[in-house]
């Protein structure tokens, strides 16, 4: 269970919501609503107030980092620290995310690839695989399929059905009313920084 | 011993600068101006602090000579703070090199000052130019340390900000820019040491030369000064960019550009 908490940081917020295991929320709202900051709060990437717990334990009484790998946030442009694409992976990550990473429609050898070769696209699924690598309780997406082309979205959402089936609560920011209908159990909008 | 020069002979080498800002002119590099104003500073600089020295050296007390010092180190603080690209917000800007720097140079002075033993050990003639050119070392090293540190940290906020997001700390995450400020910031101490005597000859041992000692012992005070600029540059140039890591991330791990300018 997530619970959200009055969060809140200068001209964001307040902020509730409370999601159970398998649940899907849409975050929908223009654009610089501050949909990615509430992402961002979630995961302690930006400095708030209120209360996030996830089953029963407080955000603060967890170190940031523990904290960060259970309730993952993926960035709309997510980055690269290394050259190889293998480097931002375990070393049994092309092992043990093998069915997923057919299912996003990335060929077996993509862990050797360099990333200044990847299109876009393939940015976009590899920082989906890398994020679901680490096995988070809570996915935080922000526009996880905004450069992908129709086959490659259908995949991605299938991807994060299965773990959403399995459990993995998701808050899924999204600009396809489509998106929003196949994916979301839930859905809080957003209008100029607050729940609308 | 050769006989310093006069005003006529230092017109000849002003002379010199003078083409150097017509160059810039006719290029249109925009440079003529801050070339001329750098020469002029120079001369009221040193004009200034000849004058001061001869005063401090004449008094015969620690007191001055320590104020000194600490006058050359607050400019070097200023000098770190104002290289700076993308400075550190608020009176970090000038107190963190400038700490750092302060730092160093005390150690390294403190080294020299065992090595050499002058009598007393606040002897004008050892303590200021030794504080002087470890200063200028270390001040070097640290702003470019500095700045190569927050412009990295800039450059490659997507990257850091992903490792943080997938449960990095914010040492793990910092870790490659750190290592690349800490580098650029050495190489100029360590080239120096490299290219001392087989291309350059350092401007302590030119003076010394020029002023009529004997090279040997020259190059022996080289070698020891370089010592002490190599020690002093590595400490400044880590701490510098160690402490800059922890006052860009928080104790929660989150990355704090907003503390950047």
Same mark, same amino acid.
């Given at each position: @269970?997530?619970?959200?908490?009055?969060?809140?940081? +200068?001209?964001?917020? =307040?902020?509730?919501?409370?999601?159970? =295991?398998?649940?899907?929320?849409?975050?929908?709202?223009?654009? %610089?609503?501050?949909?990615?900051?509430?992402?961002? @709060?979630?995961? +302690?990437?930006?400095?708030?107030?209120?209360?996030?717990?996830?089953?029963?334990?407080?955000?603060?009484?967890?170190?940031? =980092?523990?904290?960060?790998?259970?309730?993952?946030?993926?960035?709309?442009?997510?980055?690269?620290?290394?050259?190889?694409?293998?480097?931002?992976?375990?070393?049994?990550?092309?092992?043990?995310?093998?069915?997923?990473?057919?299912?996003?429609?990335? =060929?077996?050898?993509?862990?050797?690839?360099?990333?200044?070769? &990847?299109? !876009?696209?393939?940015?976009?699924?590899?920082?989906?695989?890398?994020? &679901?690598? %680490?096995?988070?309780?809570?996915?935080?997406?922000?526009?996880?399929?905004?450069?992908?082309?129709?086959?490659?979205?259908? %995949?991605?959402?299938?991807?994060?059905?299965?773990?959403?089936?399995?459990?993995?609560?998701?808050?899924?920011?999204?600009?396809?009313?489509?998106?929003?209908?196949?994916?979301? !159990?839930?859905?809080?909008?957003?209008? %100029?920084?607050?729940?609308? | 011993?050769?006989?310093?020069?006069?005003?006529?002979?230092?017109?000849?080498?002003?002379?010199?600068?003078?083409?150097?800002?017509?160059?810039?002119?006719?290029?249109?590099?925009?440079?003529?101006?801050?070339?001329?104003?750098?020469?002029?500073?120079?001369?009221?600089?040193?004009?200034?602090?000849?004058?001061?020295?001869?005063?401090?050296?004449?008094?015969?007390?620690?007191?001055?000579?320590?104020?000194?010092?600490?006058?050359?180190?607050?400019?070097?603080?200023? /000098?770190?703070?104002?290289?700076? /690209?993308?400075?550190?917000?608020?009176?970090? $800007?000038?107190?963190?090199?400038?700490?750092?720097?302060?730092?160093?140079?005390?150690?390294?002075?403190?080294?020299?000052?065992?090595?050499?033993?002058?009598?007393?050990?606040?002897?004008?003639?050892?303590?200021?130019?030794?504080?002087?050119?470890?200063?200028?070392?270390?001040?070097?090293?640290?702003?470019?340390?500095?700045?190569?540190?927050?412009?990295?940290?800039?450059? *490659?906020?997507?990257?850091? *900000?992903?490792?943080?997001?997938?449960?990095?700390?914010?040492?793990?995450?910092?870790?490659?820019?750190? $290592?690349?400020?800490?580098?650029?910031?050495?190489?100029?101490?360590?080239?120096?040491?490299?290219?001392?005597?087989?291309?350059?000859?350092?401007?302590?041992?030119?003076?010394?030369?020029?002023?009529?000692?004997?090279?040997?012992?020259?190059?022996?005070?080289?070698?020891?000064?370089?010592?002490?600029?190599?020690?002093?540059?590595?400490?400044?140039?880590?701490?510098?960019?160690?402490?800059?890591? $922890? $006052?860009?991330?928080?104790?929660?791990?989150?990355?704090?550009?907003?503390?950047?300018?």
């Amino acid at each position: @269970m997530l619970r959200i908490e009055s969060l809140r940081r +200068d001209r964001f917020g =307040p902020f509730d919501l409370a999601l159970a =295991p398998g649940e899907v929320c849409a975050v929908t709202g223009p654009s %610089g609503s501050g949909k990615s900051v509430f992402l961002r @709060m979630i995961a +302690d990437l930006d400095p708030s107030e209120g209360r996030v717990s996830l089953d029963e334990i407080d955000r603060d009484a967890v170190p940031a =980092p523990l904290w960060r790998r259970r309730v993952t946030y993926l960035a709309a442009e997510p980055g690269w620290w290394a050259e190889t694409v293998a480097e931002h992976f375990s070393a049994d990550a092309p092992a043990s995310l093998a069915r997923e990473r057919a299912a996003l429609r990335l =060929p077996e050898d993509v862990f050797g690839w360099p990333v200044a070769r &990847l299109s !876009t696209g393939e940015r976009q699924r590899l920082a989906l695989l890398r994020a &679901l690598a %680490g096995g988070p309780k809570v996915l935080l997406l922000d526009e996880p399929t905004a450069s992908l082309d129709p086959v490659s979205v259908r %995949g991605a959402e299938a991807v994060i059905q299965e773990r959403r089936a399995a459990g993995l609560i998701v808050l899924l920011v999204s600009h396809d009313p489509a998106q929003v209908a196949r994916l979301a !159990t839930g859905r809080l909008a957003v209008a %100029g920084g607050r729940a609308a | 011993m050769s006989p310093s020069p006069g005003p006529l002979d230092l017109a000849l080498g002003a002379g010199f600068v003078l083409v150097n800002a017509g160059l810039s002119a006719a290029l249109g590099l925009g440079l003529s101006r801050t070339v001329l104003v750098a020469a002029c500073r120079l001369v009221a600089q040193l004009t200034l602090v000849g004058l001061v020295l001869r005063t401090v050296f004449g008094l015969g007390a620690p007191g001055p000579v320590i104020a000194v010092v600490a006058v050359m180190a607050l400019a070097a603080a200023y /000098e770190i703070g104002a290289r700076q /690209e993308r400075p550190l917000r608020g009176a970090w $800007r000038y107190l963190l090199g400038g700490a750092v720097t302060a730092g160093a140079t005390v150690i390294a002075v403190a080294v020299g000052l065992a090595a050499l033993r002058p009598q007393p050990w606040w002897d004008p003639h050892a303590l200021i130019p030794l504080a002087g050119i470890v200063l200028g070392s270390v001040m070097s090293g640290v702003a470019i340390g500095l700045n190569g540190f927050t412009g990295g940290v800039r450059r *490659e906020r997507a990257a850091i *900000e992903a490792r943080l997001a997938l449960g990095a700390t914010r040492d793990e995450a910092l870790a490659p820019l750190i $290592r690349s400020a800490i580098r650029a910031g050495l190489i100029p101490v360590l080239n120096q040491m490299a290219a001392a005597g087989l291309i350059t000859l350092p401007g302590m041992m030119t003076g010394q030369i020029l002023a009529g000692q004997d090279p040997q012992g020259a190059a022996a005070a080289q070698i020891l000064i370089l010592f002490l600029l190599a020690g002093a540059s590595g400490l400044g140039v880590t701490g510098a960019v160690f402490l800059a890591a $922890r $006052r860009l991330t928080d104790a929660r791990h989150r990355l704090r550009l907003e503390r950047l300018g």
